[in-house]
């Protein structure tokens, strides 16, 4: 069964940085998207960045652009998020996902197939 399991979630006060993994098992990923979404209570699940796990391109929500950063680790079947400069808004639970194939939709929730847990990020204010 394929499975991933995200970890590295907390509290961290505004301005400060936090790295989510996500540690991906069951099927080799090559040729698959792995996606990074978050959602806040009361709000609906929404995309934060992709990448290609052959290659490395990289896609990102315009909110987070230049303060988070995706990569992974084809050796160790991990994704990686990098957050700096993070802000209240965003407090959330972050899932990992992933899909086949990297083409148009990467932001489209229903295109992925398997999730993590999710593990949550709290920022003060």
């Known amino acids: 069964q394929v499975q991933l399991v995200e970890s590295g979630g907390g509290l961290v006060q505004a301005g400060g940085s936090l790295r989510l993994s996500c540690a991906a098992s069951?099927?080799?990923?090559?040729?698959?998207?792995m996606g990074w979404f978050r959602q806040a209570p009361g709000k609906e699940r929404e995309f934060v960045a992709a990448i290609s796990w052959n290659v490395g391109y990289t896609y990102y929500a315009d909110s987070v652009k230049g303060r988070f950063t995706i990569s992974r680790d084809n050796a160790k079947n991990t994704v990686y998020l990098q957050m700096n400069s993070l802000k209240p808004e965003d407090t959330a639970i972050y899932y990992c996902?992933?899909?086949?194939?990297?083409?148009?939709?990467?932001?489209?929730?229903?295109?992925?197939?398997?999730w993590g847990q999710g593990t949550q990020v709290t920022v003060s204010s």
């Open positions: 996902a992933t899909r086949l194939g990297w083409r148009s939709g990467l932001v489209n929730i229903k295109d992925y197939d398997t």
């Open positions: 069951g099927r080799t990923f090559s040729g698959y998207t």
